[in-house]
C-alpha cells in the first residue's frame, strides 16, 4: 500500500537559481575597473566615503602599466597643462608673423550688426565648439568628464582654452604684435582671438594626443592644499 511518504514530495513552486547578467566587458581591462570606481564616486553620499573612493582611483591610475590597458583619459594633472602650453605655442608661432592677423581682427569690430561685433562672438564660439568637439568627440582618446567646475563645467575645456589664450596674448605682447598700430582695445582682443583659434587646436592635441599623464590630479592637490589651510 503506497502512501505519499512513498511517492516523495508532490509537485511545488520550484525554486530556480538566479542568474545575474555579467557586467562589463568579456575581457574587462583596467578602463572598465576605472568606470566602475567612477559610477561609485558618483553614488556615494558620505564625503569620508567618497574621498576613498578617489584615493582608490588615484591608487589604480598610478599602478606600472595601467595606462598601457586603456585609451581613457580622465585626470588632469599639472603635466596635462604643460603640454596644452607647448601644443599652443607650436601652432601660434607661425600667425605671429601673419600680417592677416591684423586684417581678420579688423574685420571682426568692423563688421557689425545693430552695433554688436557679431563676426567676433562667432568667432569666440567657433573656437570653444572647436575645441570641445576635438577633446570629447574626436576618436583621438575617450576623453572622459572627471569633477567638473561646479558639477558642470569640465576642467580640461577650460585649462585647454585658457592655456591657449595665455599662448596668444602673452607672445603677441612679446613679440610686439599687440599694439602694433596702437589699435582700439576691441580690435586688440580680436586679435588675439585669432591666434587663440590656432593655438587652441594645438594646446588640445597636446594635451590629449600623449594619452593620460603620470601624476597626481589637479583637484586632489588643490583639496589637500584647502585642508592643510583649513587645519
Known amino acids: 500500500m503506497s502512501t505519499e511518504d512513498d511517492a516523495g514530495p508532490g509537485p511545488g513552486p520550484r525554486t530556480e537559481p538566479t542568474s545575474r547578467p555579467a557586467r562589463g566587458r568579456e575581457n574587462p581591462d583596467v578602463g572598465d575597473l576605472l568606470d566602475e570606481l567612477d559610477a561609485l564616486e558618483r553614488t556615494v553620499d558620505e564625503g569620508h566615503e567618497r574621498e576613498k573612493v578617489r584615493q582608490t582611483i588615484s ?44 586684417e ?31 577633446l570629447y568627440y574626436a576618436d583621438f582618446r575617450q576623453v ?38 596702437n589699435p582700439a582695445p576691441t580690435e586688440a582682443f580680436a ?3 585669432v591666434v587663440w583659434a590656432a593655438a587652441a587646436f594645438g594646446a588640445a592635441l597636446g594635451d590629449i594626443l600623449p594619452g593620460e599623464s603620470t601624476g597626481r590630479d589637479v583637484s586632489d592637490r588643490l ?9
Request: proline share 4%; aromatic share 10%; no cysteine.
Open 223 to 231: 583639496d589637500e592644499l584647502g585642508d592643510g589651510v583649513g587645519d
Open 144 to 181: 572622459q568628464v572627471y569633477r567638473p567646475i561646479f558639477g558642470v563645467v569640465p576642467r580640461r575645456l577650460v585649462g585647454v582654452l585658457a592655456a591657449a589664450f595665455l599662448v596668444s596674448l602673452g607672445t603677441m605682447v612679446l613679440w610686439g604684435r599687440l599694439f602694433e598700430g
Open 59 to 102: 591608487l589604480v591610475r598610478r599602478m606600472p602599466g595601467s595606462a598601457a590597458f586603456t585609451r581613457r583619459i580622465s585626470t588632469y594633472t599639472s603635466r596635462d597643462i604643460a603640454e596644452s602650453f607647448v601644443g599652443g605655442i607650436l601652432l601660434a608661432l607661425p600667425l605671429l608673423v601673419e600680417g592677416g592677423v591684423f
Open 191 to 193: 586679435r588675439v582671438t
Open 104 to 134: 581678420i581682427a579688423e574685420w571682426f569690430t568692423t563688421a557689425l550688426v545693430a552695433g554688436v561685433p557679431v563676426f567676433l562672438l562667432g568667432h569666440v564660439v567657433f573656437v570653444v565648439a572647436m575645441t570641445t568637439g576635438l
